[in-house]
């Protein structure tokens, strides 16, 4: 059974930070392009950033430069640092893995196999 967990949102200032987690099971990350995305109220799920089973990372425009994502291998554990953190921001975050294994992260949610359940961000002005 695949599982993704995310935990780590929360309430935040305009301009912190937050680290959120997304702890897989199920699968091997190391093998699986895995991503972050977002979703506001109202809004369409967007691809936030990606990175593929062989280290290649993609962001988003909106968020180039202020986030950052990583793995943890024996954790089996991908991480979304973000800083600067704009009211923008707020939504949703999900974490999510492609197993068809890509060249470059997909920005398309119907790629994307296995979801979390998602967790809350909201960043106050």
């Known amino acids: 059974q695949v599982q993704l967990v995310e935990s780590g949102g929360g309430l935040v200032q305009e301009g912190g930070s937050l680290r959120l987690s997304c702890a897989v099971s199920?699968?091997?990350?190391?093998?699986?392009?895995m991503a972050w995305f977002r979703q506001a109220p109202g809004k369409d799920r967007e691809f936030v950033t990606g990175?593929?089973?062989?280290?290649?990372?993609r962001y988003a425009d909106s968020v180039r430069g202020r986030v950052t994502i990583s793995r943890d291998m024996p954790k089996n554990t991908v991480y979304l640092q973000m800083n600067s953190l704009k009211p923008e921001d707020t939504g949703v975050y999900y974490c999510?893995?492609?197993?068809?294994?890509?060249?470059?992260?997909?920005?398309?949610?119907?790629?994307?196999?296995?979801w979390g359940q998602g967790t809350q961000v909201t960043v106050s002005s």
């Open positions: 199920g699968r091997t990350i190391s093998s699986e392009t």
């Open positions: 990175i593929t089973w062989s280290g290649f990372s």
């Open positions: 999510a893995t492609d197993v068809s294994r890509p060249s470059l992260p997909s920005t398309r949610s119907r790629n994307y196999a296995y």
